[in-house]
């Protein structure tokens, strides 16, 4: 069985994207480089215009998602996903410029500023749910009562090429790379970038790295071979 999310899909996804993300800068770090004794380089994600990479997979997905339908002969529906934060804005944002109606469900503690951020995006906000777990389950229901799609946060393989996107960048960048660190959440960026590095880089090393307070994937699967810093 092939892989779900491959390099193809990767470089598509870098092509469909391209004009509507940002394609950011990365540069050397002399103040990691002094504190660690290695060669380090950022990328700054951060300068996109939701301040996260997220956007590359809200992006990608969305535009599949045209393109799908458009080739059917058929409607694009409204969308729905469930996000604390950066997903939120991201599907409201390219949402609203696809003309595609969003609703984002949040989880009801979500802070105000989140919520109003993702709201001038163009977002429909649902508070449902004590955390992440209750505002999915919120988000399911809105799709069967209203027919949307479902958008993942990052079980998605349009999601996660789009994510892939940071790897094709950074190695073209910087192809001397000996590693790549990586972090996890719920490990689409993870995994589109280990699909692009291992396939340009074979013997490139990828560790994907999580707070010891919140590991959430270590939690979700417990046999990783796991280290601790």
């Given at each position: 069985m092939s892989a779900p999310v491959g390099l193809d899909d990767v470089t598509a996804a870098a092509h469909r994207?391209?004009?509507l993300v940002e394609r950011t800068p990365s540069a050397r770090s002399s103040t990691l480089a002094g504190l660690l004794g290695l060669d380090v380089v950022l990328k700054f994600e951060n300068l996109q215009f939701t301040a996260s990479f997220k956007e590359r997979g809200a992006a990608?997905?969305?535009a599949l998602l045209v393109e799908q339908h458009a080739a059917a002969g058929t409607p694009v529906p409204g969308v729905v996903t469930m996000s604390a934060g950066n997903h939120a804005q991201a599907v409201a944002r390219h949402a609203a410029r696809l003309g595609i109606d969003a609703t984002i469900?949040?989880?009801?503690?979500t802070p105000f500023v989140k919520v109003h951020r993702t709201q001038v995006l163009g977002g429909r906000v649902v508070l449902a749910g004590e955390g992440l777990a209750g505002a999915t389950a919120e988000a399911r229901r809105i799709e069967a009562e209203e027919g949307r799609f479902l958008l993942h946060p990052y079980d998605d393989p349009g999601v996660i090429a789009g994510q892939g996107t940071v790897a094709l960048e950074l190695l073209a960048d910087h192809p001397d790379l000996g590693a790549l660190v990586v972090p996890v959440g719920g490990g689409g960026l993870l995994a589109g970038m280990a699909v692009a590095a291992k396939a340009l880089r074979p013997d490139l090393v990828v560790v994907g790295v999580q707070s010891e307070g919140w590991p959430s994937m270590l939690s979700a699967v417990p046999a990783l071979d796991v280290g601790h810093r």
């Open positions: 994207i391209h004009g990608n997905r969305l469900v949040m989880p009801a503690n």
